[in-house]
């Protein structure tokens, strides 16, 4: 029923004006200041350094895109009018003369330790869509992901400064911006993303996670938060809604005599999934393989290759998703249970409004507008609770400590 309203919406914005949508965009819309405030962390040399990627109309894909200022970089976007912008690493050497440096001096030096959360990885156990297909329903997937990866980067490895993101379709990507998580090594990326997954095996391998005797504390961290959600998952998504999908969950349990006493009842009572799982969890009395099922489940499932390459670019926040027109915006992580990735303001919403702005009769067309449209939530959540204490952390952390040197 969600996807009829994400219809709507897509209804609404035409892809065949991307082009005239963008160019108001990025000339009135896009955070230009505050955005150069978040990445050059302090240091204009930070900025001068990082890589950009644009994709521009005719789906061509440049890489090694820099600028020397907010100036250079602004003036570069209403140019080439960008359906994406990708961000990179920061390198030894400026990525736009990377054709007239040795190749060997090019080496990436610091990006921010990155995830992504893709609903399509969901779809072996989504029943409600499927594919780029979203509604709120599945997005309870994503949100518990995000409280879990989310409390493991605080507590287990104490990050603070992080930053999540919605992709402008189906997932999120969170950027860790500490110091010491942008630093990180490709094996100490490799390494954390490791630690964050457990969701192992093939599409024909029925169970994907085995537990040891004694659960690691992050892991029972992690059943504490999927808990909380795992019931009306069941429910919503009708986990247990079939034959087959009931076999999958009783596969994990060993007890063979209860198992078949199950099915028979199950098949003997119309009972719903809700019904059925509480049946199963009380009959069987194995928790470990109760957490085995809610963690195959409803853990995260992050596409590790993104995490553990430095060199691997990501998609900004702020620009626009060309299949959506939806706007990448920050994630008011208080307010997760309540964010709703279908009223995500389109470029076209943005626009129409700029218009309204104008016709108004305010003509102070300012670098602030975005603030007037309904990007301000978004962009207040970004500024007080992410870039402001992350500012605040640079200013107390820099004293005494060299800017980067290339």
């Not at 019904?275 to 995260?300: F, G």
Request: include cysteine; glycine fraction near 4%; charge should be neutral.
């Amino acid at each position: 029923k969600m996807e009829a309203s994400e219809a709507t919406t897509v209804q609404a914005y035409d892809p065949s004006q991307l082009e005239e949508l963008l160019r108001a965009y990025y000339t009135w819309l896009f955070p230009h200041d505050r955005y150069f405030q978040w990445l050059q962390y302090g240091d204009i040399g930070t900025f001068s350094h990082r890589e950009f990627s644009f994709t521009i109309k005719g789906d061509i894909y440049v890489r090694y895109k820099s600028f020397e200022s907010q100036e250079d970089f602004e003036k570069e976007l209403k140019k080439d009018v960008p359906e994406k912008i990708d961000i990179g690493a920061i390198f030894s050497v400026q990525p736009s003369r990377h054709k007239s440096v040795p190749q060997a001096s090019l080496k990436p030096v610091q990006k921010e330790l990155v995830f992504d959360i893709d609903m399509t990885d969901y779809d072996e156990i989504r029943t409600c869509c499927k594919g780029a297909n979203i509604c709120n329903k599945c997005w309870k997937f994503i949100t518990v992901a995000m409280k879990t990866v989310d409390r493991a980067l605080r507590e287990d490895f104490g990050y603070m400064h992080i930053l999540w993101v919605y992709s402008g379709r189906r997932g999120v990507h969170c950027w860790v911006c500490d110091r010491e998580a942008r630093f990180l090594t490709q094996e100490a990326r490799v390494a954390v993303v490791e630690y964050l997954t457990l969701i192992k095996g093939g599409e024909h391998q029925v169970q994907k996670v085995k537990l040891p005797n004694h659960l690691h504390p992050s892991i029972s961290s992690a059943l504490h938060i999927i808990k909380q959600d795992f019931n009306t998952l069941m429910m919503e998504q009708d986990f247990m809604g079939t034959k087959d999908q009931c076999s999958k969950i009783l596969s994990f349990f060993r007890d063979e005599k209860k198992k078949n006493d199950l099915v028979a009842e199950f098949e003997a009572q119309r009972y719903t999934s809700g019904t059925k799982w509480s049946r199963l969890v009380t009959d069987l009395r194995q928790q470990d393989h109760v957490n085995e099922v809610m963690l195959q489940w409803a853990y995260p499932r992050l596409d590790v290759n993104v995490t553990k390459g430095i060199n691997h670019l990501l998609k900004s926040p702020f620009c626009i998703h060309p299949k959506t027109g939806r706007v990448c915006v920050p994630i008011d992580f208080k307010h997760l249970d309540t964010f709703d990735p279908l009223a995500v303001p389109t470029v076209s919403d943005l626009c129409r409004q700029l218009e309204e702005i104008k016709t108004s009769g305010d003509e102070k067309m300012h670098r602030l507008m975005y603030m007037k449209t309904s990007l301000q939530p978004y962009m207040s959540y970004f500024i007080r609770h992410f870039l402001n204490p992350l500012l605040q952390s640079l200013g107390t952390s820099a004293r005494g400590e060299p800017t980067m040197e290339f």
